[in-house]
């Protein structure tokens, strides 16, 4: 990573992983170790200023926390949903933040704090996250993939995060696995997001459920359909509901088809699956990976492992970190 | 890449570009200079063995073409379709070889010619021939796509090939585009090159006039089914032929969704296209790139330019000789 690790000089960085309904914030040193955090509700209802000022806020909170050694802090980290260039630090659009256009969020932050910014994609923060502190560790080519209300990933070939031509590599969640399915926020149609994520399982759910299907989902969701989400469909899932069993399996095979195109593609020794779906764990990823068996060349299967992230919430915040340590130089 | 390419002593390597239906060798410096040459059939239907005599008699004819400079010769660039592995310098499984099961042709090549050999994929080695002397040059991230009978890819990152962990990366032509779509060759279902190549288009349109389609391909191809291919069809297309118009629209979109997704996964700033059903030219690739253009990302179609393959025929031969000299060190 080529920045001093070593003894009580070591730069530290400030880091923030800004979702669409969390904002944690830590300061970490280029081991991994987080000194202080802080973690508060993203207001992304309310106007992108309104967003920046809780990230600036929750920056300071976690650079207090880390009292006299928040002088060893010389940048910071910034990992943020949507579509961002790392290079001109602007965020063009981002799904779960809906009023953002073009905001140059790393030059915004930067002015505030008084310190040089690192802007990074939030799934390609929690790949380098995964990278250096998780399980991808010591790997050369591997994906990351985190499957929870989209489809994110971040994509490591040579031991390197490959951020492609301006900076938007690696959506993998829009790529389209099933030509004419159904139109996503991006604009294409059939994204891998769109047949695979936890947005399009509880979507299928409350279709079913609107056709008159029979299924303890209701119940869970006690009779209110807005209450149907991924989670009711697992709950289910979990008392042997027969529609909740089809509609994890639906998931399943996409999840599979998806992983295939990744693995004839990349040929990477791993996938690490990350992301709040991914916590339903082998009901939903077992028959996932035997799908993308079926689906992938031979050669390029055996040379795959799938692995869950190990830092999970941290990840994000921890790859910002990297990113920042490492970028700074 | 390494190796002295000045003045008289600089090295050769002999390098062959092995198809399904042809064999070319050349004899080719560093810079692309190409000092013979030698093209045969390959008699695919025969064994492997026979095939690699083929190999080694046109390789030893293009050795022989080059008189005294044979001397400096030094190692050999071997271009092989379909599954293998450059590491072990086995072939796995060619569909246009279908008698070749884990072949190791690397070492048997080596053997009957006395020289150290390289392995390459075949659309790899056309990948790297666009990218040292084609219209890929000094570009860092670039996909080469050959739409052919089947879809191949290589894929250049920062500059370099990526082969990924077992040597079998880049095989675009089998992403799933549509997860229900007909069986492909490789055992998965709904691949790019199922939907978007020329034996994709020749199903189509025979399917069509089995029918009772209203056609001139009919005529184009004497009545006779077997003789509908992807030329038939885009002659048909000249005439103005609503059939061929429609078959030629059909395979212009699919291979828009492929582009897109290559283009969200990549962010790549050049994909260069060559094979033989690309000869269409516009008709068939100007609305393939709109296709492309509404189903991408804005700002990585942005960044991205489309361009034809520039060395065609001499791609594969001239990129495996790259190959040989740079693993020759």
């Known amino acids: 990573m080529g920045q001093r690790t070593g003894g009580k000089a070591a730069r530290l960085a400030a880091a923030v992983d800004l979702g669409g309904s969390k904002i944690l914030s830590v300061v970490a040193d280029g081991h991994g170790k987080i000194v202080s955090r802080d973690l508060r509700a993203t207001p992304a209802d309310k106007s992108p200023q309104?967003?920046?000022?809780?990230v600036t806020?929750?920056?300071?909170?976690?650079i207090a926390g880390a009292g006299e050694r928040a002088s060893r802090i010389t940048s910071i980290g910034l990992g943020a949903p949507g579509i961002s260039n790392p290079e001109t630090g602007v965020v063009f659009t981002s799904p779960n933040l809906p009023q953002w256009k073009?905001?140059?969020?790393?030059?915004?932050?930067?002015?505030?704090?008084g310190m040089p910014v690192?802007?990074?994609?939030?799934a390609n923060a929690a790949a380098l996250g995964e990278l250096y502190f998780g399980?991808?560790?010591g790997t050369r080519n591997f994906i990351y993939v985190t499957i929870?209300?989209?489809?994110?990933?971040?994509?490591?070939?040579?031991?390197?995060?490959y951020t492609g031509t301006s900076g938007v590599a690696g959506e993998v969640g829009h790529m389209t696995i099933a030509d004419d399915g159904p139109e996503c926020t991006c604009g294409n149609r059939g994204c891998w997001e769109q047949m695979a994520s936890g947005t399009a399982l509880a979507r299928?759910?409350?279709?079913?459920i609107s056709e008159g299907a029979d299924t303890a989902i209701v119940e869970i969701a006690r009779g209110d359909a807005t209450r149907v989400t991924a989670e009711t469909v697992s709950q289910a899932f979990d008392r042997g509901d027969a529609l909740a069993g089809e509609l994890v399996g639906r998931t399943s095979y996409y999840l599979g088809v998806g992983f295939a195109n990744l693995i004839n593609i990349f040929n990477p020794e791993l996938i690490v699956i990350g992301g709040g779906l991914a916590n339903m764990g082998d009901k939903l990823l077992a028959p996932a990976y035997r799908e993308a068996g079926r689906r992938a060349f031979k050669e390029a299967f055996r040379a795959v492992r799938f692995a869950r992230a190990q830092l999970e919430a941290d990840s994000g915040a921890l790859g910002a970190a990297v990113w920042a340590l490492r970028n700074a130089g």
């Open 135 to 137: 399980a991808a560790r």
């Open 204 to 208: 299928e759910a409350r279709k079913r």
């Open 102 to 113: 073009e905001v140059p969020l790393r030059d915004i932050v930067a002015r505030e704090m």
């Open 50 to 54: 309104a967003v920046i000022r809780a």
């Open 148 to 161: 929870s209300t989209g489809i994110g990933g971040g994509i490591v070939t040579g031991g390197r995060l």
């Open 118 to 122: 690192w802007l990074i994609n939030d």
């Open 57 to 62: 806020g929750s920056l300071r909170a976690a």
